[in-house]
């Protein structure tokens, strides 16, 4: 059973940029979260994707977006990077509304 | 407005000691915890949760307690092992969403 995956690792952009994040769910999980995890702070919700519809979303600008696939993989895009925007992006995938499974996250430095 | 606070950002404990992670939070319609421990260049793991139709979980060295009138919570590893220096955080589960706290950084002194 492979688990989330995300890719870029690491990624350097600089201000008003645009960027694209890409999470693999894990195997029978049709459920995606993508968070926010600025440096000392626990990871803050972005939105979630069910079965390629936005489910929910946190108190973030309508510059962050997303998409989810027929396989259920995700991809977080961000445009107009501003500098606050440097921080771990964590990609949780689950079964429904079961418990969250994370991917090791994207650090993402806006210089 | 942080709905789930850990007060303390860190802690250090003897290696075989007790450890305790406490947790605070706000909204009282939140019905179910989870906490994770999350080590650097990973994603938070999933280690434990409780229900808000209990007030303790047991599972292996970790048991959680839930004080419902306090708004309280807390994680406690017994015997504490110099592998469970990572940060934990407190986490509440809503209709679709995860609430974080800040995280508590333990370090177990061997």
């Known amino acids: 059973e492979t688990g989330v995956t995300q890719s870029p690792t690491h990624l350097i952009k600089t201000r008003g940029q645009q960027v694209t994040l890409r999470c693999s769910s894990q195997?029978?999980?049709?459920?995606v979260s993508w968070y926010q995890q600025a440096l000392g702070q626990g990871p803050q919700f972005i939105f979630q994707?069910?079965?390629?519809?936005?489910?929910g979303r946190g108190n973030f600008p309508p510059r962050f977006s997303g998409l989810q696939f027929p396989n259920y993989s995700s991809e977080l895009n961000v445009n107009a990077l501003e500098l606050d925007d440097s921080a771990l992006y964590l990609c949780?995938?689950?079964?429904?509304?079961?418990?969250?499974?994370f991917g090791p996250g994207t650090r993402l430095t806006v210089l | 407005d942080q709905q789930v606070k850990q007060n303390s950002p860190s802690l250090s404990v003897q290696e075989g000691r007790i450890s305790i992670l406490n947790c605070d939070y706000t909204?009282?319609?939140?019905?179910?915890f989870l906490w994770y421990k999350k080590y650097p260049a990973e994603g938070p793991t999933f280690l434990i949760s409780?229900?808000?139709?209990?007030d303790k979980n047991e599972d292996g060295r970790f048991t959680v307690f839930l004080n419902k009138s306090a708004k309280h919570l807390s994680l406690h590893i017994v015997p504490s092992q110099p592998g469970d220096s990572a940060v934990y955080f407190c986490?509440?589960?809503?209709?679709?969403?995860?609430?974080f706290g800040t995280g508590t950084r333990l370090k177990v002194l061997a």
């Open positions: 949780a995938s689950s079964r429904d509304i079961a418990e969250q499974f």
């Open positions: 195997s029978g999980h049709n459920t």
């Open positions: 994707y069910y079965r390629e519809e936005e489910n």
């Open positions: 909204n009282s319609m939140f019905d179910y």
């Open positions: 409780i229900s808000s139709i209990k």
């Open positions: 986490t509440s589960s809503g209709t679709y969403k995860y609430i």
